[in-house]
């Protein structure tokens, strides 16, 4: 043994022969180990020997690089491969014992799949291993300027592990895409537009911008500027992006252009003969240049100001009459970020040709005062001019222009504001109840004629004696009326004057009227009771008191037994006496109790008060308990 390297590391003799090998060495001690025992004699063959023991002398890996297309790339570097291709790349780890394991990363993404991994011992030496793995992938874009990660793992390294790692630099063709900065509406000469063409290229790409239909190269920047717009920037616009490892797909964008209308012409049917007799027709067309596509609105202009004929590009005028001509325009319209845009074409002129037409809504009837003069007015159209007019009433037919005869001045026609358009008058003097009937007027030119009639009414006048009649009876009637309501008035408030010694109605409202009632008939009655009649909270709403606003205030009903005597009043209340109540002579001295018929108030049971108005010769207010007045209560 061999002190110091090789020593026994058990008790021999026991049987152990366990070995302690120190400072292992890889070329010395590597490799498989027996123990043998030999033959106790030289003729006795009892030797033994143990099964092979291996013993590994770990050495870490010397290196880990990778190699690509035959050649080791130094960390960092970085190796160029095309997008969509086959790349191969081997990782060579050498002086290693045993031999160490190796694993392929794309970033944290292990791809040792696509790999395979092949062992050998280095030259000069058997101890010693180089491991190689070869890896084989597809290229894609987004692997590009990840790296690309070779990894050792072996157990004699102090983190179990080394590596090297390279950058992919993926060349790959251009993928474009559009970035547009345009309002919702684009408008003509008041916005700008830009379109951004962006290019995903390795190596850097060119953009080249084109109009859709044509070849033409408008620009080789990412950006496509218009500032300010018209509309011959509307259309769509390709970017494409070029570099050495291809093109990219077009990609397109519109613009579209908005601008008010312009140029609006009108033009009419028939090659634009817009001579048109009376009952044809025509057609009228309206043309704008305009986006978006415009409203068409059509308009006649008269002598009262533009009337609306219709709506439409086209206008379609059809039994014409002579309230149809004059100057017809069109009037395009668009909607341009929310506002409205319009403009009017020049005007065209529309003539109508035929017999004479009188206007419609002229007043057919006329009324006068007898005495009055009297205008007849009738008005017409003539294309061409009338030849003759004629005024024509019972059997008298007057020409127009004419001049005098008798009480009638046919006038000559006066000129209408609207081309072709005339007025003819008939003024009648001083008026007769004769004059009242039907005139008629009669319009001939080459082409036809027309009539027409209206109606003279001639009214009787009435004389200024009349007038002031009705007059004077009318502020009659209302004198009267005003002193019957004077007079209805001053008698409803008479019962409830100051007269007598019954106080005014607003001492009547503060105190109460008590009725003392006590027994002086025959001995029957000795009791005493007494009537309280408040009349704090009412008011007299009329000349007659009512029972309605004269019984709610008693605090006692009144017993049927009890007889009233020593009738006063005294500040505000009341005290009735047996001797006033003048009771009948064969009615039981006055007693209530054999009277059935008797009148109570519905409410409390009480006695009624039956209301008398006021009179000159009657101041005496009558309550009745049963049949039998109470007279002199109260004096008014």
Known sequence: MYAGKYEWAADRDSGDCSLRISNAKLDFDDGLWECQVTNSAIDVLDSLTSE?????????????????NGSHVERPGNITV?????????????????????????????????AYQMNSTMEGTSKSWI?????????????HNRI??????????????????????????????????????????????????????????????RKVGSLEILGLQENLEFDPIDRNHAGSYTCEARNAIGSSELVESTVDVKYPP???????????????????????????????????????????????????????????????????????????????????SSSISVKITGPPQFVPFTDQHVTVTKGEDAILRLAFCSNPKPSKITWQWGHITLEAG????????????????????????????RTEQTDSRFFSLTVENEKGSDLSTLTLHVTESVSLAA??????????LLILVTLCLLYAFRSERCCFSSKGNLKSSSDIEKGKLDLSLSNGHNGKLSSTSSVSIDISKKKFSSGYVSTDEFYP??????PVEESVENSSIKSGKASLQYADLQLPRASNNGSMRAKSNRQKHPDYGLPSVTPVPCSPKNDTMNITNGNWPIRNIVNV
Request: net charge negative.
């Open 467 to 476: 007038v002031v009649g009705v007059i004077v009876a009318c502020l009659m």
């Open 52 to 68: 092979p023991a291996q013993l590994v002398v770990r050495v870490p890996p010397q290196m880990v690089s990778i190699v690509y």
């Open 82 to 114: 095309q997008s969509d291709t086959n790349a191969m790349v081997q990782c060579v780890s050498a002086g290693a014992n045993p031999v160490p394991n190796l694993r392929w990363f794309i970033g944290d993404e292990e791809i040792s799949h696509n």
């Open 262 to 344: 312009s140029d609006v012409l009108v033009f009419g049917a028939n090659d634009g003969n817009l001579i048109v007799p009376v009952g044809g027709s025509t057609r009228l067309e309206c043309q704008a240049d305009a986006k978006p596509a415009p409203l068409f609105k059509w308009f006649q202009k008269t002598e009262d100001g533009m009337i609306p004929r219709g709506e439409g590009r086209f206008l379609v005028l059809s039994s014409m009459s002579y309230e149809y001509q004059g100057e017809y325009h069109c009037s395009a319209s668009n909607i341009i970020s929310n506002r409205e845009r319009s403009a009017i």
């Open 402 to 429: 004419a001049g005098l005869q008798g009480r009638y001045v046919a006038e000559a026609i006066i000129k209408s504001k609207r081309a072709n358009c005339y007025e003819a008058r008939l003024r009648i003097q």
């Open 131 to 143: 491991a190689t793995s070869t890896l084989e992938f597809k290229i894609r874009r987004d692997q």
């Open 148 to 209: 690309l990660r070779c990894v050792s793992e072996h157990e004699a390294l102090l983190e179990k592990k080394l590596e090297t790692g390279i950058k992919l630099n993926v060349q790959y063709a251009p993928v474009v895409s559009l970035r547009t900065s345009l309002p919702a509406d684009l408008e003509e000469g008041v916005d700008s537009a830009s379109i951004l063409c962006e290019a995903d290229a390795n190596p850097p790409a060119t953009i080249i911008w």
């Open 553 to 558: 205030s008693y605090t006692e009903s009144i």
